[in-house]
């Protein structure tokens, strides 16, 4: 009988086994890397990781729950997460399901790797040649060669040493021409992290996970609520800047607002290792804090502390803790981390207090009163750059959910630019600015950005996210998911926090994209998405059941498109077209961005007959900024315009801005 402990896992690997062979690729545990050829593939770690263990068991089948265990032993995770990583296995050794070389589907059961796999050693031979012999350098080629076949020598061999001279000269010559293969693999892979979305190669491990979960008010004090949250919050962002830690972003962390806590449910539900719990009191200028730090799994007390301080010295508090919790996970820091999270310039009392008040509303989506308490922050002390970021996202969020317009938007940017010109390495500010780019058409300016703030921290899930969203409206759709699917391993919950994975869409992937999707409950935005993936499965009663759900939660751009989409299964087409019209009003009324709605606006107008319509829509969604040709030139929603010559020509410049992209970030 077979169990979890027959499996190897990643890393598990005899100690002597270098290489894995299969077919003209080279799994390469020494560089974590898979070369075809003697050129890397590009995989995420994860897609790594699943591939060295399939291939380590090549043969057997392996059960999803045995693979699952394997590959993430401390976490529950869903089987789509196992379904999705073998496509990407298929996709990078150009298999299909159908028509299996390597990786055989057992239904309802598992997987089994079926190619014939030559284990190498570090002594044998050729154990390290990952690049054929025409690719190493003259001098190793020629010692690789020599006029007479060389013995096999073994590890111990090498290392004790022949008696024979020849034996000697030989074994020396191997050793050079293993380095040297090495070396060029070494170059290879480095190559391909250039030429990689992220401009840093992602860690082999992935970081401890911690949430910072909202203070509780034990005075119950509704006056002092907004405490609870916004220090949370601080607290969070201080520890952003640490790439050997996983912080769970606050909008994963308020719906714990003064509940009572679970530890273990909790954890679960966040998928962390470790939570930072903590309460509050104050009384009149006095406050006190307490807080512990508590590792999920055994249950144990990692660290706790008292903080008592006078009212007008609330900055002390993101600072001590960070401390603490940097000390007692024994987390080291390089010297720019360290550099970074040192306590700050002083602020303003009633400033930092107002930029509190402004992020807690910031966190119940209370985006106009929010921009009320952040403007007067930055009035009072406009040298804390915080409160700038934080004023920026709420002019954004007001924008594209309360429809605020364009002028809200430049209001976001100008924000934005202030945070960083006083502190350049403002994670929140680059990230929440390279959106606000994306969605105002500046895609260029935001990719840049973005692989900025991955330099300061490659474990930023954050960036990874909007890399992955700007790419995808750049047509870089297999890239957006590589990128979106980094952000989900370092945080999962990235898919619950009113992220779409969008690209599986793009890709013709509508399984996967479904099973990307969080389970909707009330969510207007997300029975929304599933509608739409159902729509194109053709799954008409289901689609037209979430976009009628959609928009009856709540009747916003997104669901309005989704209710013209059910009008036209209905065969409503005069009820839909009113809907887009109206839609379309209001956008250019008040300056609306996100020129991906405006593309799905023009799918819904192809979608119901109004060929005019949908062309303007369409040209106006790639002139705004949402260029991804490879989805435009096969997407089905849009199969009515082709032969239209219009069509052609906006297909035209989608192409020429891409490939003017592709060419410069690729």
Same mark, same amino acid.
């Given at each position: 009988?077979?169990?979890? !402990?027959?499996?190897?896992?990643?890393?598990?690997?005899?100690?002597?086994?270098?290489?894995?062979?299969?077919?003209?690729?080279?799994?390469?545990?020494?560089?974590?890397?898979?070369?075809?050829?003697?050129?890397?593939?590009?995989? #995420?770690?994860?897609?790594?990781?699943?591939?060295?263990?399939?291939?380590?068991?090549?043969?057997?089948?392996?059960?999803? !729950?045995?693979? =699952?265990?394997?590959?993430?032993?401390?976490?529950?995770?869903?089987?789509?997460?196992?379904?999705?990583? /073998?496509? =990407?296995?298929?996709?990078?050794?150009?298999?299909?399901?159908?028509?299996?070389?390597? @990786?055989? #589907?057992?239904?309802?059961?598992?997987?089994?790797?079926?190619?014939?796999?030559?284990?190498?050693?570090?002594?044998?031979?050729?154990?390290?040649?990952?690049?054929?012999?025409?690719? &190493?350098?003259?001098?190793?080629?020629?010692?690789?060669?020599?006029?007479?076949?060389?013995?096999? %020598? #073994?590890?111990?061999? &090498?290392?004790?040493?022949?008696?024979?001279?020849?034996?000697?000269?030989?074994?020396?010559? %191997?050793?050079?021409?293993?380095?040297?293969?090495? =070396?060029?693999?070494?170059?290879? /892979?480095?190559?391909?992290?250039?030429?990689?979305?992220?401009?840093?190669?992602?860690?082999?491990?992935?970081?401890?996970?911690?949430?910072?979960?909202?203070?509780?008010?034990?005075?119950?004090?509704?006056?002092?609520?907004?405490?609870?949250?916004?220090?949370?919050?601080?607290?969070?962002?201080?520890?952003?800047?640490?790439?050997?830690?996983?912080?769970?972003?606050?909008?994963?962390?308020?719906?714990?607002?003064?509940? +009572?806590?679970? @530890?273990?449910?909790?954890?679960?539900?966040? !998928?962390?290792? #470790?939570?930072?719990?903590?309460?509050?009191?104050?009384?009149?200028?006095?406050?006190?804090?307490?807080?512990?730090?508590?590792?999920?799994?055994?249950?144990?007390?990692?660290?706790?502390?008292?903080?008592?301080?006078?009212?007008?010295?609330? &900055?002390? +508090?993101?600072?001590?803790?960070?401390?603490? +919790?940097?000390?007692?996970?024994?987390?080291?820091?390089?010297?720019?981390?360290?550099?970074?999270?040192?306590?700050?310039?002083? /602020?303003?009392?009633?400033?930092?207090?107002?930029?509190?008040?402004?992020?807690?509303?910031?966190?119940?989506?209370?985006?106009? =009163?929010?921009?009320?308490?952040?403007?007067?922050?930055?009035?009072?002390?406009?040298?804390?750059?915080?409160?700038?970021?934080?004023?920026?996202?709420?002019?954004?969020?007001?924008?594209?959910?309360?429809?605020?317009?364009?002028?809200?938007?430049?209001?976001?940017?100008?924000?934005?630019?202030?945070?960083?010109? @006083?502190?350049?390495?403002?994670?929140?500010?680059?990230?929440?600015?390279?959106?606000?780019? /994306?969605?105002?058409?500046?895609?260029?300016?935001?990719?840049?950005?973005?692989?900025?703030?991955?330099?300061?921290?490659?474990?930023?899930?954050?960036?990874?996210?909007?890399?992955?969203?700007?790419?995808?409206?750049?047509?870089?759709? !297999?890239?957006?998911?590589?990128?979106?699917?980094?952000?989900?391993? @370092?945080?999962?919950?990235?898919?619950?926090?009113?992220?779409?994975?969008?690209?599986?869409?793009?890709?013709?992937?509508?399984?996967?994209?479904?099973?990307?999707?969080?389970?909707?409950?009330?969510?207007?935005?997300? &029975?929304?998405?599933?509608?739409?993936?159902?729509?194109?499965?053709?799954?008409?009663?289901?689609?037209?059941?979430?976009?009628?759900?959609?928009?009856?939660?709540?009747?916003?751009?997104?669901?309005?498109?989704?209710?013209?989409?059910?009008?036209?299964?209905?065969?409503?087409?005069?009820?839909?077209?009113?809907?887009?019209?109206?839609?379309?009003?209001?956008?250019?009324?008040?300056?609306?961005?996100?020129?991906?709605?405006?593309?799905?606006?023009?799918?819904?107008?192809?979608?119901?007959?109004?060929?005019?319509?949908?062309?303007?829509?369409?040209?106006?969604?790639?002139?705004?900024?949402?260029?991804?040709?490879?989805?435009?030139?096969?997407?089905?929603?849009?199969?009515?315009?082709?032969?239209?010559?219009?069509?052609?020509?906006?297909?035209? +410049?989608?192409?020429?801005?891409?490939?003017?992209?592709?060419?410069?970030?690729?």
């Amino acid at each position: 009988m077979s169990s979890i !402990n027959q499996v190897r896992q990643p890393g598990q690997a005899a100690t002597s086994l270098a290489l894995y062979r299969f077919g003209p690729f080279v799994l390469n545990t020494l560089q974590h890397a898979l070369l075809k050829e003697g050129k890397p593939v590009a995989l #995420t770690p994860k897609t790594y990781d699943t591939l060295l263990v399939l291939v380590q068991n090549h043969g057997r089948m392996l059960s999803k !729950n045995e693979l =699952m265990n394997a590959l993430w032993p401390d976490s529950y995770v869903e089987e789509a997460n196992l379904t999705q990583q /073998v496509s =990407m296995i298929r996709k990078a050794l150009g298999e299909s399901s159908s028509n299996p070389r390597y @990786i055989q #589907t057992i239904p309802a059961r598992g997987y089994r790797f079926i190619a014939d796999v030559q284990n190498c050693t570090d002594g044998e031979t050729n154990a390290n040649s990952s690049a054929p012999a025409e690719e &190493l350098p003259r001098e190793n080629t020629k010692a690789s060669q020599p006029s007479e076949e060389p013995p096999s %020598l #073994t590890p111990s061999q &090498l290392a004790t040493g022949a008696k024979d001279p020849k034996a000697v000269q030989r074994a020396t010559l %191997l050793i050079l021409a293993m380095v040297g293969v090495l =070396m060029l693999a070494v170059v290879g /892979v480095n190559r391909s992290f250039y030429k990689r979305p992220s401009p840093t190669p992602a860690a082999a491990t992935p970081p401890r996970s911690l949430a910072i979960l909202p203070l509780h008010n034990l005075r119950q004090a509704r006056k002092d609520d907004f405490l609870g949250f916004s220090l949370a919050d601080a607290i969070i962002t201080k520890l952003d800047y640490v790439s050997s830690l996983s912080v769970r972003p606050s909008t994963a962390v308020e719906k714990y607002r003064n509940a +009572v806590i679970d @530890i273990q449910r909790v954890g679960t539900d966040l !998928n962390v290792d #470790t939570l930072l719990t903590g309460s509050f009191i104050r009384d009149h200028d006095n406050l006190r804090i307490n807080y512990q730090l508590i590792d999920v799994k055994t249950d144990k007390l990692l660290g706790k502390g008292t903080i008592d301080l006078k009212y007008d010295d609330l &900055l002390r +508090v993101q600072d001590n803790v960070a401390q603490k +919790v940097i000390q007692e996970l024994r987390l080291n820091l390089s010297a720019s981390e360290a550099e970074k999270i040192k306590a700050g310039a002083p /602020v303003s009392p009633l400033a930092y207090e107002y930029f509190l008040r402004g992020v807690d509303l910031h966190g119940q989506h209370k985006f106009p =009163m929010a921009i009320k308490m952040l403007e007067k922050s930055t009035d009072l002390d406009p040298n804390y750059a915080p409160a700038w970021a934080y004023l920026g996202a709420s002019y954004t969020s007001d924008a594209a959910f309360e429809l605020g317009g364009r002028e809200q938007y430049r209001r976001a940017q100008r924000a934005y630019e202030r945070a960083l010109a @006083i502190q350049p390495s403002q994670l929140d500010a680059q990230v929440f600015l390279a959106n606000s780019l /994306v969605d105002t058409g500046k895609v260029e300016q935001a990719v840049a950005m973005l692989r900025d703030a991955l330099k300061t921290n490659p474990n930023y899930a954050a960036a990874h996210w909007e890399l992955g969203y700007a790419y995808r409206f750049a047509g870089m759709l !297999n890239e957006s998911v590589a990128e979106c699917e980094r952000a989900r391993q @370092i945080d999962p919950l990235v898919k619950s926090n009113g992220s779409v994975l969008n690209a599986y869409l793009y890709l013709g992937q509508y399984d996967k994209f479904l099973a990307s999707l969080p389970e909707p409950e009330d969510s207007a935005f997300f &029975l929304f998405y599933r509608g739409f993936g159902e729509y194109h499965q053709k799954n008409w009663e289901h689609a037209a059941q979430d976009f009628d759900r959609a928009f009856e939660l709540d009747p916003s751009l997104y669901t309005g498109i989704g209710k013209a989409l059910s009008d036209a299964i209905a065969h409503r087409e005069a009820d839909g077209l009113e809907i887009l019209r109206t839609l379309e009003k209001k956008i250019a009324e008040r300056g609306v961005g996100d020129p991906e709605a405006a593309y799905k606006i023009a799918q819904a107008y192809s979608v119901l007959g109004d060929k005019a319509a949908a062309l303007r829509a369409l040209r106006a969604s790639v002139e705004g900024g949402f260029f991804s040709y490879p989805y435009l030139a096969s997407d089905p929603l849009l199969d009515s315009l082709r032969k239209q010559p219009e069509f052609v020509q906006t297909l035209n +410049v989608s192409f020429t801005r891409y490939q003017a992209f592709k060419n410069k970030f690729f």
